[in-house]
């Protein structure tokens, strides 16, 4: 399965993006799908996850100000971004869990202060 991200971008401190992530088909296997983020100099971090069951994980650091959410089916997964900050800046990456895990090719967000 492949992982298709867009969403990312350009946007000033304090402001908003939407994320979203389609799987190129519905994976029944599935057990979680989520985000996860690179800065610059960091190792990649899971930032937000949500499972088929509905439970949400956040990282402390986007806690309060980003929110994930799935699509209808089990395909599809979506990260509003609010109160941006420079420090999200980063390759945001889309990541599947079912069996096994699968990743997307990641969308830049650079936030400008």
């Known amino acids: 399965v492949q992982l298709q991200a867009s969403g990312g971008g350009l946007v000033q401190a304090g402001g908003s993006l939407r994320l979203s992530c389609q799987a190129s088909?519905?994976?029944?296997?599935?057990?979680?799908m989520g985000w996860y983020r690179q800065t610059p100099g960091t190792e990649r971090e899971r930032i937000a996850q949500?499972?088929?069951?509905?439970?949400?994980r956040y990282a402390d650091s986007v806690k309060g100000r980003f929110a994930i959410s799935r699509g209808n089916t089990r395909n599809a997964v979506f990260l509003e971004m609010n109160n941006l900050k420079s420090e999200d800046t980063g390759i945001y990456y889309c990541?599947?869990?079912?069996?096994?895990?699968?990743w997307g090719r990641g969308t830049l967000v650079t936030v400008s202060s």
């Open positions: 990541w599947l869990r079912g069996g096994r895990e699968f």
């Open positions: 949500i499972s088929t069951q509905g439970s949400i």
């Open positions: 088909r519905n994976m029944y296997t599935t057990e979680v």
